[in-house]
Every structure is written in structure tokens, then in C-alpha cells.
């Protein structure tokens, strides 16, 4: 005689199966959604960014200092080149870089 379990013709899964996947599932998404919206902001902050340099190199204030600054950095040797733009990088933000 053959002995069949109760439990082998059951299809629904156990309840704590089921949350456990739900919940996984709902924490994926959720990091899903937050990373599309820092995307979303680092894109906008492009964005501006560009327009804000636009704006600048149309300014004939920051065009005159520019130009000043570049004919400064034309006298100086390779080595004191080398520590000005080694001493600029250091103010730099992380999305200039």
C-alpha cells in the first residue's frame, strides 16, 4: 500500500514564502525608485550647470578675468603650471571632476 501525504497534492505556497518574496520583491523596487530619482536630480543638476557656464562665457567681465588669468598661466614655467592647476584641482567639486 501506497502512503500519500496530505501535503503532495497542496499547490499554494507556505504564507511566510509569500511574504518573504512580496517583500523582497517591494525592496528591490524601492531601490529601483530611488535610484531613477537621483538620476533624475543628477541630470538636473547638469543641466543647470551648463546653463549657469552658457551664461558665463557670454559675460564679458569673466571673459576679461579669463583671459587675464590665461596669460598669467602662459608665463609661468611647467613646474609652477604644474602646482597651479595641482592647487585649482584640489577646490574642485566632485562634478567638476
Known amino acids: 500500500m501506497s502512503f500519500t501525504s496530505p501535503l ?3 499547490t499554494i505556497r507556505p504564507a511566510s ?3 518573504y518574496n512580496q517583500q523582497s520583491h517591494q525592496g528591490s523596487q524601492d531601490d ?7 538620476w533624475i536630480q543628477d541630470i538636473e543638476h547638469y543641466e543647470n550647470m551648463l546653463e549657469e ?3 558665463a ?3 564679458q567681465d569673466f571673459k576679461d578675468e579669463l ?3 590665461e596669460q598669467w598661466f602662459k ?3 611647467e613646474a609652477e603650471r604644474t602646482a597651479a592647476t595641482y ?7 566632485q562634478m567638476q571632476q
Do not use: P
Not at 592647487?87 to 567639486?93: M, N, R, V
Open 67 to 69: 583671459s587675464a588669468i
Open 57 to 59: 562665457t557670454l559675460d
Open 53 to 55: 557656464m552658457a551664461a
Open 75 to 77: 608665463v609661468l614655467s
Open 8 to 10: 503532495s497534492s497542496r
Open 32 to 38: 529601483s525608485n530611488r535610484l531613477g530619482e537621483q
Open 17 to 19: 514564502e509569500v511574504l
Open 87 to 93: 592647487a585649482l584641482i584640489q577646490q574642485t567639486t
